[in-house]
């Protein structure tokens, strides 16, 4: 039997479950620059080359390992520009008698695909992607007939199935979670190690080319450009994450200074969400770090938890709840997204830094999208769906499946407290204790009201007042409620006052 292999631009994996099922002296693997994926959302510059180049790099090593390829670059004349009429090209030309093809990560993505057995002149075979440590499958099993689908008890059912920091059935240490270790503020004279970075090949200074000349208009800056793009680079990443920046990870993972977009985070994300890095390499070398006393353990469990913690676990919700889960609005924001969320000209430091630093990087680390970025969006009442569409174009390792239930559950409680327990809505005293971005704003932390007053002061307690009836009842909540309780009418409506001009003046 001779097949079709189709490969998508976020399964550069060597172990994929597709690949594993076929026969290279037979069977032929498909790959396209696609302009329906580069346009569903106009992703940022960098995204798009870091794909294309991960792309092309990939097809070389398969071509190199005796596998035959055909690659559909974006510029070539005969290639078509979304999935079902390459593939049915693809099968005019090959004659399969089946094609393979690892299910995709993105529920668009299959919709379009499950129309395929209805129209191609071959069988279509799907495949798990076992690239993960839960399967969707195992994921709905452990959601049957809870209540709430809390992460943290997730999680602990993966470290007792991986055995990663066990002993036994109990974790190392005594604790599942050192989160409360993990909250340091920057503090002065901190040294932090640069990213890894790469200087482009000739595959990549070719795609850099073909995306400064197709992709202007799009979002964010494409040069410098210095991701890994090919698997032996990602794992140079995470070697060099692992000796030089993982003892500090834990302690300052929620720090930000407006010098140093990057901290000690690991910057694998990119790789991990588009193939060149797998989770399981990713924690098995951070627990042997640990296991070596090259790192402690609130460290490596805080790395180790983001990944088969929160990355499975949003996974597993979005194939769980989709395709209702993308139209929930539980406050039913109605608010557009602000301009300075494209140009950063805004005078609230703390937001023109992230958003300055996502334009240039594609990239800003989880408290910067949640507590700056998510935070402002939360308070500020703006649709999800125009969130869920930026965060979705500015972030290259941004992928329906992790991006949805991230902004829609933990940024925007937009799914009503199916993922998180409360808002993660905050004022400026929180993003002035974890970083250094108050002291040069216009805008002063400490006062509270009044046309000097930081807006999260003022919007946060305006948002608490105008979703009371949804929130008071939340026994998360129940003490600021209380804080709220005590004002007298006049703060109040100095309150509703400022963000009503604030709000007013956003576009």
Same mark, same amino acid.
């Given at each position: 039997? /001779?097949?079709?292999?189709?490969?998508?631009?976020?399964?550069?994996?060597?172990?994929?479950? #597709? =690949?594993?099922?076929?026969?290279?002296?037979?069977?032929?693997?498909?790959?396209?620059?696609?302009?329906?994926?580069?346009?569903?959302?106009?992703?940022?510059?960098?995204?798009?080359? =870091?794909?294309?180049?991960?792309?092309?790099?990939?097809?070389?090593?398969? %071509?190199?390992?005796?596998?035959?390829?055909?690659? $559909?670059?974006?510029?070539? +004349?005969?290639?078509?520009?979304?999935?079902?009429?390459?593939?049915?090209?693809?099968?005019?030309?090959?004659?399969?008698?089946?094609?393979?093809? !690892?299910?995709?990560?993105?529920? $668009?993505?299959?919709?379009?695909?499950?129309?395929?057995?209805?129209?191609? #002149?071959?069988?279509?075979?799907?495949?798990?992607?076992?690239?993960?440590?839960?399967?969707?499958?195992?994921?709905? #099993?452990?959601?049957?007939?809870?209540?709430?689908?809390?992460?943290?008890?997730?999680?602990?059912?993966?470290?007792?199935?991986?055995?990663?920091?066990?002993?036994?059935?109990? +974790?190392?240490?005594?604790?599942?979670?050192?989160?409360?270790?993990?909250?340091?503020?920057?503090?002065?004279?901190?040294?932090?190690?640069?990213?890894?970075?790469?200087?482009?090949?000739?595959? !990549? %200074?070719?795609?850099?080319?073909?995306?400064?000349?197709?992709?202007?208009?799009?979002?964010?800056?494409?040069?410098?450009?210095?991701?890994?793009?090919?698997?032996?680079?990602? %794992?140079?990443?995470?070697?060099?994450?692992?000796?030089?920046?993982?003892?500090?990870?834990?302690?300052?993972?929620? &720090?930000?200074?407006?010098?140093?977009?990057?901290?000690?985070?690991?910057?694998?994300?990119?790789?991990?969400?588009?193939?060149? @890095?797998?989770?399981?390499?990713?924690?098995?070398?951070?627990?042997?770090?640990?296991?070596?006393?090259?790192?402690?353990l609130n460290a490596v469990e805080g790395f180790i938890r983001q990944i088969i913690g929160w990355r499975e676990y949003v996974r597993g919700l979005y194939w769980l709840k989709m395709p209702?889960?993308?139209?929930?609005?539980?406050?039913?924001? !109605?608010?557009?997204?602000?301009?300075?969320?494209?140009?950063?000209?805004?005078?609230?430091?703390?937001?023109?830094?992230?958003?300055?630093?996502?334009?240039?990087?594609?990239?800003?680390?989880?408290?910067?999208? =949640?507590?700056?970025?998510?935070?402002?969006?939360?308070? &500020?009442?703006?649709?999800?769906?125009?969130?869920?569409?930026?965060?979705?174009?500015?972030?290259?390792?941004?992928?329906?499946?992790?991006?949805?239930?991230?902004?829609?559950?933990?940024?925007l409680f937009a799914d009503g407290g199916l993922l998180a327990s409360k808002p993660y809505a905050a004022g400026g005293a929180y993003i002035d204790r974890m970083s250094d971005y108050c002291?040069?704003? $216009?805008?002063?932390?400490?006062?509270?009201?009044?046309?000097?007053?930081?807006?999260?002061?003022?919007?946060?307690?305006?948002?608490?007042? %105008?979703?009371?009836?949804?929130?008071? $009842?939340?026994?998360?909540?129940?003490?600021?409620?209380?804080?709220?309780? /005590?004002?007298?009418?006049?703060?109040?409506?100095?309150?509703?006052?400022?963000?009503?001009?604030?709000?007013?003046? @956003?576009?």
């Amino acid at each position: 039997m /001779k097949n079709l292999i189709l490969i998508l631009g976020d399964q550069l994996s060597h172990d994929l479950s #597709s =690949l594993k099922a076929a026969d290279k002296t037979v069977d032929t693997v498909l790959m396209a620059e696609l302009r329906s994926e580069t346009g569903y959302v106009k992703h940022h510059k960098k995204k798009i080359a =870091l794909l294309f180049s991960a792309m092309r790099h990939f097809a070389e090593e398969l %071509r190199a390992d005796g596998w035959q390829v055909d690659y $559909r670059q974006f510029s070539d +004349p005969n290639t078509q520009h979304d999935f079902t009429a390459t593939v049915q090209q693809a099968i005019l030309s090959h004659q399969p008698d089946q094609l393979i093809v !690892t299910t995709p990560g993105e529920h $668009r993505v299959l919709q379009e695909m499950m129309n395929w057995e209805n129209i191609l #002149s071959c069988a279509v075979h799907f495949l798990e992607d076992d690239r993960f440590f839960a399967s969707t499958d195992e994921f709905e #099993s452990w959601a049957e007939g809870r209540k709430q689908l809390r992460m943290e008890y997730f999680y602990r059912e993966m470290r007792r199935k991986t055995g990663l920091l066990m002993e036994g059935e109990q +974790p190392i240490g005594g604790q599942w979670n050192y989160d409360s270790d993990n909250r340091k503020p920057p503090k002065q004279g901190l040294k932090i190690p640069p990213p890894t970075r790469f200087i482009p090949d000739q595959i !990549t %200074r070719d795609v850099l080319t073909l995306v400064e000349g197709e992709f202007a208009d799009h979002f964010g800056d494409l040069y410098p450009f210095d991701f890994a793009v090919t698997a032996a680079q990602a %794992r140079q990443v995470l070697d060099e994450f692992i000796a030089q920046r993982l003892q500090q990870f834990g302690s300052y993972q929620d &720090a930000m200074l407006a010098d140093e977009p990057f901290m000690f985070h690991a910057h694998i994300g990119f790789y991990l969400n588009c193939g060149l @890095l797998s989770a399981k390499e990713s924690v098995n070398a951070a627990e042997q770090a640990y296991h070596n006393g090259q790192v402690p353990l609130n460290a490596v469990e805080g790395f180790i938890r983001q990944i088969i913690g929160w990355r499975e676990y949003v996974r597993g919700l979005y194939w769980l709840k989709m395709p209702d889960y993308k139209q929930l609005n539980y406050f039913q924001a !109605t608010r557009s997204l602000p301009a300075f969320f494209w140009t950063a000209e805004t005078d609230m430091r703390c937001l023109n830094i992230c958003v300055s630093d996502t334009k240039k990087y594609a990239y800003a680390h989880h408290i910067q999208r =949640l507590m700056v970025l998510g935070n402002f969006a939360l308070l &500020a009442g703006l649709h999800p769906d125009e969130v869920n569409e930026w965060y979705l174009i500015v972030f290259a390792d941004a992928y329906e499946w992790v991006e949805l239930p991230n902004v829609s559950g933990m940024v925007l409680f937009a799914d009503g407290g199916l993922l998180a327990s409360k808002p993660y809505a905050a004022g400026g005293a929180y993003i002035d204790r974890m970083s250094d971005y108050c002291s040069s704003c $216009r805008y002063k932390v400490k006062l509270k009201n009044g046309p000097d007053a930081c807006p999260f002061n003022y919007l946060y307690w305006d948002f608490l007042l %105008r979703n009371r009836e949804k929130l008071n $009842r939340n026994p998360r909540l129940g003490m600021i409620y209380r804080t709220l309780d /005590k004002m007298d009418e006049e703060k109040l409506e100095l309150i509703k006052s400022d963000a009503a001009v604030f709000l007013g003046n @956003l576009f």
